[in-house]
């Protein structure tokens, strides 16, 4: 059974940082891409960031590029995701996902038919 567990989220001031944890466990990340999304109220989910399985390629959606940044530690089992100058529009629902057996590719990398297994989410929220 696998199972992730977020957390690290709660409430910040713009220009403040959080850090996300994604604790996996049934599951060994160094298997497949990993990912975070993000859903606010009204929105559809959106992907923030992705890993390849061994840690050494990342992607970022432009809207948090060179704000936020995804890490792994495959020995803990566990995904990170670094939020550093935070936006009062970075305020959202945080998900971390496992990507199924299917071939990764640049243009499905934040779809989210294609991320398996999900976290029940931590809530991120920014104020001005």
């Known amino acids: 059974q696998v199972q992730l567990v977020e957390s690290g989220g709660g409430s910040a001031q713009a220009g403040g940082s959080l850090r996300l944890s994604c604790e996996a466990s049934?599951?060994?990340?160094?298997?497949?891409?990993m990912a975070w999304f993000r859903q606010a109220p009204g929105k559809e989910r959106e992907g923030v960031a992705a890993?390849?399985?061994?840690?050494?390629?990342?992607y970022h959606a432009d809207s948090v590029k060179g704000r936020f940044t995804i890490s792994k530690d495959n020995a803990r089992n566990t995904v990170y995701l670094q939020m550093d100058s935070l936006k009062p529009e970075d305020t959202a629902m945080y998900y971390c996902?496992?990507?199924?057996?299917?071939?990764?590719?640049?243009?499905?990398?934040?779809?989210?038919?294609?991320?398996?297994?999900w976290g029940q989410g931590t809530q991120v929220t920014v104020s001005s």
């Open positions: 996902a496992v990507r199924s057996g299917s071939p990764f590719s640049l243009s499905t990398r934040f779809s989210p038919e294609y991320y398996a297994y």
């Open positions: 890993i390849s399985p061994a840690g050494g390629y990342t």
């Open positions: 049934g599951y060994a990340i160094r298997t497949n891409y």
